[in-house]
Nanobody
């Protein structure tokens, strides 16, 4: 089992930045990690994913060039640096992990509780 806990969400003005963190515990070795988000009234959507060693990353088109996913395996932590935030980035952001690489087409096995990000115009 893997436990995930997100932090770093909050309220930010459009154009601003936030960094989300996802602390993992349990059987973390070898897991790919990802971020998804769900806006109010909308379906959950893929944001970004990173392989265990960090060599492979994927991003949704809507965040390419603005968001960066990274990880520090020594700290069992995955990050999402979000720059140039827009009001349509407002959502609950979830960290997720799986033993296989995660893409837009996959559903990870392990999920955190989520952290709210609100971008004001």
């Amino acid at each position: 089992q893997v436990q995930l806990e997100e932090s770093g969400g909050g309220l930010v003005q459009a154009g601003g930045s936030l960094r989300l963190s996802c602390a993992a515990s349990g059987r973390t070795f070898g897991n790919a990690a990802s971020w998804f988000r769900q806006a109010l009234g909308k379906e959950r959507e893929f944001v970004a994913a990173i392989s265990w060693r960090g060599a492979t990353t994927y991003y949704a088109d809507s965040v390419k060039g603005r968001f960066t996913i990274s990880r520090d395996n020594a700290k069992n932590t995955v990050y999402l640096q979000m720059n140039s935030l827009r009001p349509d980035d407002t959502a609950v952001y979830y960290c997720a992990a799986d033993g296989r690489m995660i893409t837009q087409a996959t559903t990870p096995n392990y999920w955190g509780q989520g952290t709210q990000v609100t971008v004001s115009s």
